[in-house]
């Protein structure tokens, strides 16, 4: 039961990097404005990111590269965290979402952050 679970909770996190990855590329201005404004060329790097997402989100579920695919998952995840941070000091920049919604972002993405990490580690 514990392997079903395990792999049921690998192939729903492909799954959301897949669907978030697709995201970057049908919400680009969603993801342009929750980017710092010192980081250049916005367009460019949702549409990278939007890429990689969907690659480690396919690799995930490869076992000869779930291990090298989650480690790149995690420290994707820590890459993006400061556009978490952004999108909750510049709430007001996104009417769509509350501010306790984007507060509520980032303890959410520590725990991606984990549940990736739980790939990363050798078996």
């Keep these: 039961m ?3 679970i395990y792999e049921v909770f690998k192939y729903l996190l492909a799954l959301l990097l897949i669907i978030g990855g697709i995201a970057h590329f049908t ?3 969603f993801y342009i ?3 710092p404004d010192y980081l250049p060329f916005h367009e460019m790097i949702v549409y990278i ?3 990689v997402e969907i690659l480690l989100g396919v690799l995930l579920v490869i076992p000869k590269t779930t291990q090298k695919a989650a480690v790149g998952i995690v420290i994707l995840f820590i890459a993006i965290f400061p556009a978490n941070i952004n999108m ?3 709430h007001e920049d996104f009417p769509d979402m509350s501010e306790t919604s984007l507060l509520i ?3 959410i993405q520590l725990v991606l952050i984990a549940w990736a990490y739980i790939y990363a580690r050798k078996k």
């Design 49 to 51: 990111s939007g890429v």
């Design 88 to 90: 909750y000091l510049n």
């Design 2 to 4: 514990k392997k079903i």
């Design 27 to 29: 919400m680009t201005g």
């Design 33 to 35: 404005n929750a980017m």
């Design 105 to 107: 972002r980032l303890p």
